[in-house]
């Protein structure tokens, strides 16, 4: 049976990665944060409680989209520009999974996404270190916490090759990774049994 | 020349155990969350400036303090719940180092505290997971990019073995380890030239 599967951020280079990794065997809904078919603002827990209450028989949620997080050197950055930076791929990738266990059936996978740079930073990027450490704890921590048969893993991909001409300059030395490699590991999320698991893809 | 260090959370166990170890040779000042010669309030940005400003000499800034983490089934969990939980722990520990950089020295080490519950979860420590992984991102990041000489390093301590009595249903098999030897992480911290570490104590 094909696995229904919701795809957030289904426009971006990562999200359409995903659904062309995924299309062949899957039911994917694509959902973008402002255009598509479907849309969701994942800041919004009205807005996640909508849409899952639209596709409440899906059996697999992925997020890929990411907005919001500031980059700026440590010394402009204050409490409100990380409060701001976490609204979004913090705390709206934790209400996702925290939504979807009283939205979504006893046996959903999440894959959430974070980024190498809680682990290999670079300049101005402390508040992405911040957001990916806060999402990869929470995603250890609650997977062993779920109530059935849920599963939690977050895919940490590295500088992505689409990414290079415009991001070269943030990240010196860093091997960029196809975003068609990184699709491969929210399939193995999706398909697979393993929980609470961080997949680092194209770490170097 | 003795160092002069805040120590923030001096009341606690940690906290008492850190000022054990500093005093003979540091101008410790202890700071505590409600009692104390001296008070802070990590969750207020005003609270925090004005401990800073009265001692704008400090060498050293060691938070211990940790309140308003909740701990609850994921099931229980909103993002209200999650919300709360940062306020002190992850932007409050983060703000202690973002206004430093602008109250305090050039030279001055931030040790901030975590524990080990985004790496070795237990139940109902979704919020606690997240938070220490925040911290801990944060930290790494934002050790590269400070503007002088500061110093950005983390302690994650295990069980204490003073809490045994108290948590050790929460914590099956985990190994307890005493605040005497956790202290002994700070000064590594302070005196060292480390930056960016997480500096583990006790996991097992």
Redesign the interface.
């Known amino acids: 049976m094909r696995k229904k599967v919701i795809v957030i951020g289904a426009t971006g280079t990562i999200g359409q990665a995903i659904v062309a990794e995924l299309e062949s065997d899957c039911d994917v809904i694509k959902v973008g944060g402002s255009s598509g078919d479907h849309t969701v603002d994942i800041a919004s ?1 009205e807005s996640i409680a909508e849409l899952y209450r639209q596709f409440s028989n899906a059996k697999a949620v992925v997020c890929a989209a990411a907005r919001g997080v500031v980059f700026a ?3 402009d ?3 409100d520009t ?2 701001q930076s ?1 609204q979004s791929k ?2 709206g990738q ?2 996702l ?2 939504q979807g ?2 939205l979504l059936g006893n046996d959903v996978s999440y894959t959430l996404t974070t980024g190498l ?3 290999d ?27 059935a048969k849920q599963r939690i893993n977050v895919v940490s991909p590295a500088l992505l090759l689409e990414s290079v001409e415009k991001y070269k300059d943030y990240f010196p030395g860093f091997l960029p990774v196809p975003a068609k490699t990184v699709a491969l590991a929210y399939r193995k999320s999706i398909m697979g049994k393993q929980t ?1 698991q961080i997949m680092q893809v194209g770490w170097s």
Do not use: H
């Open positions: 827990s050197p440590l010394a950055m204050t409490k990380y409060l976490l913090q705390l934790i209400d999974v925290t266990l009283k740079l809680n682990c930073p670079i300049a101005a990027g402390s508040a992405a270190g911040m957001v990916n450490g806060a999402v990869e704890g929470f995603a250890r921590a609650a997977a062993i916490d779920v109530p609470g």
